[in-house]
Antibody
Framework: EVQLLESGGGLVQPGGSLRLSCAAS????????MNWVRQAPGKGLEWVSV????????YYADSVKGRFTISRDNSKNALDLQMNSLRAEDTAVYYC???????????????WGQGTLVTVSS | DIQMTQSPSSLSASVGDRVTITCRAS??????LAWFQQKPGKAPKSLIY???NLQSGAPPKFSGSGSGTEFTLTISSLQPEDFAIYYC?????????FGQGTRLEIK
């Protein structure tokens, strides 16, 4: 059974940093690209970032480029998102999502974690 | 970026009804179209991929169709557990983008 478990969310001040993690199990982790997708309170879904199965590529949404860094440790089946220079508009639930199929940095998502809430506020 | 537009934004229906949600892409996306269901406070759940293929574990009451830039999700014989928000998503081109969602409510 595929399981994705996010952690690391919380309250942070504008300009601050936070690191999210996603622990994966139930599939061969290094065979699949992994993504972060976020959802602001009461809003729709917004893709944030993707990393290839071997870490061979990374892509970011324009809204986070230069501020967020995605990484993975295949020895630990772990996915991370380092978020710097946080803004109020980054407030959202952040989901990690497994890429079932990807082309050119754009993935079909087949499994999602339960999400972790990031609140950016003073 | 490819814009995905869903209609309607909200829909009221009764248990037992059959409903259809439409998703339009701002340019052709071949068959790289997926549908998700999201219930309050929960993560999205994959329903359909490649326009019409049922994701493993999704009930066959969900069906998808369409081509090019216009796609539909049909839900037959609505049950209380089907009332949720539905999203379409294109994965033909970076960045992947979602529709704004369709809220399906009980009449």
């Amino acid at each position: 059974e595929v399981q994705l478990l996010e952690s690391g969310g919380g309250l942070v001040q504008p300009g601050g940093s936070l690191r999210l993690s996603c622990a994966a199990s139930g599939f061969t982790f290094n065979n699949y690209a992994m993504n972060w997708v976020r959802q602001a309170p009461g809003k729709g879904l917004e893709w944030v970032s993707v990393i290839g199965g071997s870490g061979d590529y990374t892509y970011y949404a324009d809204s986070v480029k230069g501020r967020f860094t995605i990484s993975r440790d295949n020895s630990k089946n772990a996915l991370d998102l380092q978020m710097n220079s946080l803004r109020a508009e980054d407030t959202a639930v952040y989901y990690c999502a497994k890429g079932a199929y990807c082309r050119g940095g754009s993935c079909l998502f087949d499994f999602w974690g339960q999400g972790t809430l990031v609140t950016v506020s003073s | 970026d490819i814009q995905m537009t869903q209609s309607p934004s909200s829909l009221s229906a009764s248990v037992g009804d059959r409903v259809t949600i439409t998703c339009r892409a701002s340019q052709g996306i071949s068959n790289y179209l997926a549908w998700f269901q999201q219930k309050p406070g929960k993560a999205p759940k994959s329903l359909i991929y490649a326009i019409s293929n049922l994701q493993s574990g999704a009930p066959p009451k969900f069906s998808g169709s369409g081509s090019g830039t216009e796609f539909t999700l049909t839900i037959s014989s609505l049950q209380p557990e089907d009332f949720a928000i539905y999203y379409c998503q294109q994965y033909e081109t970076y960045p992947p983008t979602f529709g704004q969602g369709t809220r399906l409510e009980i009449k």
